[in-house]
């Protein structure tokens, strides 16, 4: 694979090389309304039929079947006797189908599976209602839309399509049309959020049981009527992922896509200890996606940077429970904190008095370990790895500053708090920026080229 000479003349530029770096989005405008043809579109099925279908998730009883065809049999009654993929999208997929638009070619092509590139009736009914697809939940629905057919699982290549379809259709991300590959690094960034909250087997593969108990579809849903991706917290937010690629960019000074330990460990101007550090890459939270030895690429980066900055989400717990226990059985003790904090160069107070705060915040079922289980009950949990892992936050712990008691699991959105936090307040650096915002004016932008390749 070619590496380019991006890495070259980055390299030499002022500081990260600002050029590099993704665009800013521009102000989104307004839809424009829906146009004549689609406005004329008469409704779906009468309410009576609605309230049927969706009482029916097993077997459908024949006489719905024939009153569903011949209540959508009209659409198909055009010159074509069926639908291009334009118009398939805003007639089937979206009134018929009541799907996401941009779920529109993948499921185009799972019933026009002759290439034909046109969907007539016979073949809709035989995919949707004969294929049971009408009476499964939405949940569902998407999953065998997009999983391979030798597959019981999805996989991150699997959610290419609609990204790519996203990419093309959404007027919030119609700035990066000329930008190809910051739409890789956004589609790859989404899909990385979205097996980090997910695939909770952290095994690459995504099952049915993890997206029915994840929350990928309402996001899924509400980034279609969406505007602006800004609006939709979880997952397709531009600014997120400008932010997330940004701080990359920041560690990977040599801008070759990978990051070493050295590079890690200026990660926040250092922050981190070289304890926790090592054992990062020592893979004890995660095993790296790299086959590079002894670095990190742009996915695992990914999966640090939401650990480290979203410490109140489940998969952090999870992620820094198994980072501290080093002897892996499940029970972080004293000994293992001890070991993490007296790798801090500053110490403001003793080992046991930080021990007996620990002890007294997460009130753990025994006095003398600590469990998942534990962290997992206490809202304080993120405060207990901040002070064993992060050497300007055991000080700000100290003071009693920085450390707000987070809010209840009665919030609307509790495992966003820190997340957005960090979001906002690095966003808003990034703006301020001066160096950056100028060549942002000036300069065309440029990706940092494809990855070196990676080699075992």
Same mark, same amino acid.
């Given at each position: 694979?070619?590496?380019?000479?991006?890495?070259?003349?980055?390299?030499?530029?002022?500081?990260?090389?600002?050029?590099?770096?993704?665009?800013?989005?521009?102000?989104?405008?307004?839809?424009?309304?829906?146009?004549?043809?689609?406005?004329?579109?008469?409704?779906?099925?009468?309410?009576?039929?609605?309230?049927?279908?969706?009482?029916?998730?097993?077997?459908?009883?024949?006489?719905?079947?024939?009153?569903?065809?011949?209540?959508?049999?009209?659409?198909?009654?055009?010159?074509?006797?069926?639908?291009?993929?334009?118009?398939?999208?805003?007639?089937?997929?979206?009134?018929?189908?009541?799907?996401?638009?941009?779920?529109?070619?993948?499921?185009?092509?799972?019933?026009?599976?002759?290439?034909?590139?046109?969907?007539?009736?016979?073949?809709?009914?035989?995919?949707?209602?004969?294929?049971?697809?009408?009476?499964?939940?939405?949940?569902?629905?998407?999953? +065998?839309?997009?999983?391979?057919?030798?597959?019981?699982?999805?996989?991150?290549?699997?959610?290419?399509?609609?990204?790519?379809?996203?990419?093309?259709?959404?007027?919030?991300?119609?700035?990066?049309?000329?930008?190809?590959?910051?739409?890789?690094?956004?589609?790859?960034?989404?899909?990385?959020?979205?097996?980090?909250?997910?695939?909770?087997?952290?095994?690459?593969?995504?099952?049915?049981?993890?997206?029915?108990?994840?929350?990928?579809?309402?996001?899924?849903?509400?980034?279609?009527?969406?505007?602006?991706?800004?609006?939709?917290?979880?997952?397709?937010?531009?600014?997120?992922?400008?932010?997330?690629?940004?701080?990359?960019?920041?560690?990977?000074?040599?801008?070759?896509?990978?990051?070493?330990?050295?590079?890690?460990?200026?990660?926040?101007?250092?922050?981190?200890?070289?304890?926790?550090?090592?054992?990062?890459?020592?893979?004890?939270?995660?095993?790296?996606?790299?086959?590079?030895?002894?670095?990190?690429?742009?996915?695992?980066?990914?999966?640090?940077?939401?650990?480290?900055?979203?410490?109140?989400?489940?998969?952090?717990?999870?992620?820094?429970?198994?980072?501290?226990?080093?002897?892996?059985?499940?029970?972080?003790?004293?000994?293992?904190?001890?070991?993490?904090?007296?790798?801090?160069?500053?110490?403001?107070?003793?080992?046991?008095?930080?021990?007996?705060?620990?002890?007294?915040?997460?009130?753990?079922?025994?006095?003398?370990?600590?469990?998942?289980?534990?962290?997992?009950?206490?809202?304080?949990?993120?405060?207990?790895?901040?002070?064993?892992?992060?050497?300007?936050?055991?000080?700000?712990?100290?003071?009693?500053? +920085?450390?707000?008691?987070?809010?209840?699991?009665?919030?609307?959105?509790?495992?966003?708090?820190?997340?957005?936090?960090?979001?906002?307040?690095?966003?808003?650096?990034?703006?301020?920026?001066?160096?950056?915002?100028?060549?942002?004016?000036?300069?065309?932008?440029?990706?940092?080229?494809?990855?070196?390749?990676?080699?075992?």
């Amino acid at each position: 694979m070619e590496t380019g000479n991006d890495n070259a003349d980055a390299s030499s530029s002022s500081s990260n090389s600002f050029y590099t770096f993704p665009p800013l989005p521009p102000i989104i405008l307004p839809r424009s309304p829906p146009n004549q043809a689609e406005g004329n579109i008469p409704p779906l099925f009468d309410p009576p039929l609605q309230l049927a279908l969706r009482n029916h998730h097993e077997i459908m009883p024949q006489s719905l079947k024939e009153q569903y065809i011949l209540q959508i049999s009209h659409f198909f009654d055009n010159p074509l006797g069926g639908f291009r993929i334009n118009e398939f999208k805003s007639v089937i997929t979206k009134k018929v189908c009541q799907l996401p638009s941009f779920f529109s070619a993948a499921l185009f092509r799972k019933i026009d599976i002759e290439s034909s590139g046109i969907v007539t009736r016979d073949k809709f009914i035989r995919y949707w209602v004969d294929g049971d697809m009408l009476t499964m939940d939405t949940v569902t629905q998407m999953y +065998r839309i997009l999983k391979q057919p030798d597959h019981e699982y999805l996989s991150q290549v699997d959610f290419e399509p609609i990204l790519q379809e996203l990419l093309e259709t959404h007027p919030g991300l119609e700035f990066l049309k000329t930008k190809p590959n910051f739409q890789k690094r956004y589609a790859e960034t989404v899909i990385y959020r979205i097996f980090y909250h997910i695939n909770r087997r952290g095994n690459g593969r995504l099952s049915l049981r993890e997206l029915k108990r994840g929350n990928l579809i309402p996001a899924v849903q509400r980034i279609d009527d969406e505007e602006d991706t800004d609006g939709v917290l979880r997952y397709f937010s531009y600014k997120q992922f400008y932010v997330i690629y940004r701080k990359f960019g920041e560690v990977d000074a040599n801008h070759d896509f990978l990051i070493d330990q050295g590079d890690l460990l200026t990660y926040g101007d250092g922050a981190l200890t070289s304890r926790v550090v090592a054992r990062i890459f020592e893979q004890a939270p995660r095993k790296f996606t790299c086959k590079v030895a002894r670095h990190m690429n742009y996915e695992d980066f990914v999966y640090f940077l939401i650990s480290v900055e979203d410490k109140s989400s489940e998969p952090s717990v999870e992620y820094w429970f198994k980072l501290l226990d080093l002897d892996g059985n499940g029970k972080l003790t004293p000994g293992e904190m001890r070991y993490f904090y007296e790798d801090h160069a500053k110490k403001p107070v003793s080992f046991e008095m930080i021990l007996c705060q620990i002890i007294d915040m997460i009130a753990p079922e025994r006095e003398e370990y600590i469990t998942l289980r534990d962290l997992k009950r206490s809202d304080l949990s993120r405060i207990v790895f901040e002070v064993l892992s992060n050497r300007g936050k055991l000080l700000a712990f100290d003071d009693r500053v +920085r450390f707000p008691l987070p809010r209840r699991r009665g919030h609307q959105q509790p495992d966003l708090i820190e997340w957005l936090r960090f979001v906002d307040k690095e966003f808003e650096s990034m703006l301020i920026d001066a160096e950056f915002i100028s060549s942002s004016e000036d300069e065309p932008m440029e990706d940092w080229g494809e990855p070196i390749e990676e080699t075992a």
